[in-house]
C-alpha cells in the first residue's frame, strides 16, 4: 500500500488525488491495527483506533 502512495500528487488529475488519500488512509488503518494488535492482547477490544502514543505525531502531520 505504501507503495502506491506518489511522491507528490498536488500536480496531478483529481483523480489520482483521490487514490492517494484512499491508499493513505489504508496505511494508517493497517499502521493502527498492527500496533494496537501488539499491544492489546485482548480479541474482544476493537484495533482500528489511533494508537495514543503516535496521536499528537499524526495529528501534526494529518493537519500540515
Known amino acids: 500500500m505504501a507503495k502506491n502512495l506518489p511522491e507528490n500528487v ?9 487514490a492517494a488519500v484512499k491508499n493513505a488512509y489504508q496505511v494508517l488503518r493497517s499502521f493502527s491495527f498492527a500496533v494496537n494488535s501488539i499491544a492489546i492482547d485482548d480479541k474482544e477490544v476493537p484495533k482500528f483506533f489511533i ?14
Open 51 to 64: 494508537p495514543a502514543d503516535f496521536e499528537a505525531e499524526l495529528k501534526e502531520v494529518l493537519t500540515s
Open 10 to 18: 498536488k500536480d496531478e488529475s483529481e483523480e489520482k488525488q483521490k
